[in-house]
T-cell receptor
Framework: NAGVTQTPKFRVLKTGQSMTLLCAQD?????MYWYRQDPGMGLRLIHY???????AKGEVPDGYNVSRLKKQNFLLGLESAAPSQTSVYFC??????????FGPGTRLTVL | DQQVKQNSPSLSVQEGRISILNCDYT??????FLWYKKYPAEGPTFLIS?????DKNEDGRFTVFLNKSAKHLSLHIVPSQPGDSAVYFC???????????FGPGTRLSVLP
């Protein structure tokens, strides 16, 4: 059981470039989440999904898009990266209303 | 405006002593609370939770206290160990199963 994995672990982008972050979980969890963590801000919810084929906006969704085509995968896309999107991104999943299981994070720098 | 606040960015405690991490919230609709622990370069891991029908929940060395009237919760670690050195996040939700709002975290250092 790998739990929650995130790809890539690190990435440097130039302003305007696009990229996709992949989150995968092998625990058959229904709920999946994308957060960003910034100094002094805690974890802020970007988008989430309550099941395959569903997505919803969180607290800070602007500039990001997501897709949940398969239950085990939750993709976070940046269409045109901006320096304000420099952050550490965490994916999480949970089986039902309960605590979340987090991935190891992706550190993204936008120059 | 942060709905969940952890006003101490950092805390240092001697090994064997008690660590007390505090969390305040402003949304009176929050009724389910969790603490997560995070080591560097890892994702947060769940530590302990409490619902608003309780004022205390205990799990080994970790105890969470909830004071609903003060909108305050605290995490007690007794005795503190060097391996407890990490960032601790408080999180709250309006109802069991709803999305969580996280505090900014408190970095705990347990000194040998």
């Amino acid at each position: 059981n790998a739990g929650v994995t995130q790809t890539p672990k690190f990435r440097v982008l130039k302003t305007g470039q696009s990229m996709t972050l992949l989150c995968a979980q092998d625990m058959n969890h229904e709920y999946m989440y994308w957060y960003r963590q910034d100094p002094g801000m805690g974890l802020r919810l970007i988008h989430y999904s309550v099941g395959e084929g569903t997505t919803a906006k969180g607290e800070v969704p602007d500039g990001y898009n997501v897709s949940r085509l398969k239950k085990q995968n939750f993709l976070l896309g940046l269409e045109s990266a901006a320096p304000s999107q420099t952050s550490v991104y965490f994916c999480a999943s949970k089986p039902r209303p309960n605590e979340q299981f987090f991935g190891p994070g992706t550190r993204l720098t936008v120059l | 405006d942060q709905q969940v606040k952890q006003n101490s960015p950092s805390l240092s405690v001697q090994e064997g002593r008690i660590s007390i991490l505090n969390c305040d919230y402003t949304n009176s609709m929050f009724d389910y609370f969790l603490w997560y622990k995070k080591y560097p370069a890892e994702g947060p891991t769940f530590l302990i939770s409490i619902s608003s029908i309780k004022d205390k929940n205990e799990d080994g060395r970790f105890t969470v206290f909830l004071n609903k009237s003060a909108k305050h919760l605290s995490l007690h670690i007794v005795p503190s160990q060097p391996g407890d050195s990490a960032v601790y996040f408080c999180a709250a939700s309006e109802g069991y199963g709803q999305n969580f709002v996280f505090g900014p975290g408190t970095r705990l250092s347990v000194l040998p």
